[in-house]
């Protein structure tokens, strides 16, 4: 099964509004990442936080981390068309990077 | 900066055919991977690697062989095709400092 799994697979909303997309994961990690990827592209790095983090911004993206709860949430604030397309967390687990895993990912559509 | 270069952007084989994804980076990353994305599962780990020289298997690797003889490249070498080998195909570097990757635009592979 996936280490990371996003909630919800598909969210659409209306220019201006606010996303959340959640990530749940099952092992320890040393950090999460999300990354966005846009239809038929590869993916993009957006945010990491690390696991002695609690709360990150950037831009227009925040990003809340859980290790109690083992979950962590990516808030886009006043979304725009351009924000349409798939999200996606990505855990590399204690012990090496090579064991990142991703998530199936949520895909946002940002209706004008 | 190139970043991550893939070739080719497309590809059909034929069942048992063989043949090699390329990838290359230009950034001086030690660890690069190789990932598949089919619908619904999210990226899957194919083969990693952590220097020249040194690989390793990840999450999918039967029907896959990778070589790393130099920082820069990290080619796929697909054996005897299968259908089952259709998919989307990513080739990504880490920047170990950030933890951050950087993902090539993909390939698209489909195997009659």
């Known amino acids: 099964s996936q280490q990371g799994e996003e909630d919800p697979q598909a969210l659409s909303i209306q220019e201006g509004e606010n996303a959340t997309m959640n990530c749940s994961y099952k092992t320890s990690i040393n950090n999460l990442q999300w990354y966005r990827q846009n239809s038929g592209r590869g993916l993009v790095h957006l945010i990491l936080?690390?696991?002695?983090?609690r709360e990150k911004h950037s831009g227009r993206l925040r990003v809340t981390l859980d290790t109690s709860k083992k979950s962590s949430s990516l808030l886009i604030t006043a979304s725009r068309a351009a924000d349409t397309a798939s999200y996606f967390c990505?855990?590399?687990?204690?012990?090496?990077?090579?064991?990142?895993?991703f998530g199936t990912g949520t895909k946002l559509q940002v209706i004008p | 900066n190139a970043g991550v270069t893939q070739t080719p952007k497309f590809q059909v084989l034929k069942t048992g055919q063989s043949m090699t994804l390329q990838c290359a980076q230009d950034?001086?990353?030690?660890?690069m991977s190789w990932y598949r994305q089919d619908p619904g599962m999210g990226l899957r780990l194919i083969h990693y690697?952590?220097?020249?020289?040194?690989?390793d298997q990840g999450e999918v690797p039967n029907g896959y062989n990778v070589s790393r003889s130099t920082t820069e490249d990290f080619p796929l070498r697909l054996l005897s095709a299968a259908p089952s080998q259709t998919s989307v195909y990513f080739c990504a570097s880490l920047d170990g400092t950030t933890d951050t990757q950087y993902f090539g635009p993909g390939t698209r592979l489909t195997v009659l």
């Open positions: 990505a855990t590399p687990r204690r012990g090496g990077y090579q064991k990142v895993t």
């Open positions: 690697s952590v220097g020249a020289g040194i690989t």
């Open positions: 936080i690390r696991s002695n983090e």
């Open positions: 950034m001086n990353h030690e660890y």
